[in-house]
């Protein structure tokens, strides 16, 4: 085990590495989004915006922008620096 990165409320369903390796994003049933420092383990960002269980997350290519997508059918679109949610793209019938 390197390192184990807490503060999320409920059970962790998806996790990803940034491009460069320095961050892992991870999404959960607490309905919330969090970007780690991957040497450290420290909270960098919390992303709070879905209405249930977030079930996918990735890094784009380029580290700048993180999705997730959720049980409430919809995908977000987050800057990965400020954590601001960019843009939230609805349509889905069921989950994502």
Avoid: N, R, Y
Avoid at 3 to 30: I, M, N, R
Wanted: hydrophobic letters at 35%; zero cysteines.
């Amino acid at each position: 085990l390197v390192k184990e990165l807490k503060g999320h409320t409920d059970s962790v369903l998806s996790v990803a590495f940034s491009p460069d390796g320095k961050q892992v994003v991870s999404g959960s049933s607490d309905e919330s989004v969090h970007i780690w420092d991957a040497l450290t383990g420290d909270l960098v960002k919390e992303l709070k915006g879905h209405t249930d269980s977030v079930l996918s997350v990735a890094f784009s290519p380029d580290g700048k922008q993180v999705v997730s997508g959720s049980h409430d059918k919809s995908v977000h679109i987050w800057d990965a620096l400020t954590g601001d949610l960019v843009k939230e793209l609805k349509g889905h019938t069921d989950s994502v």
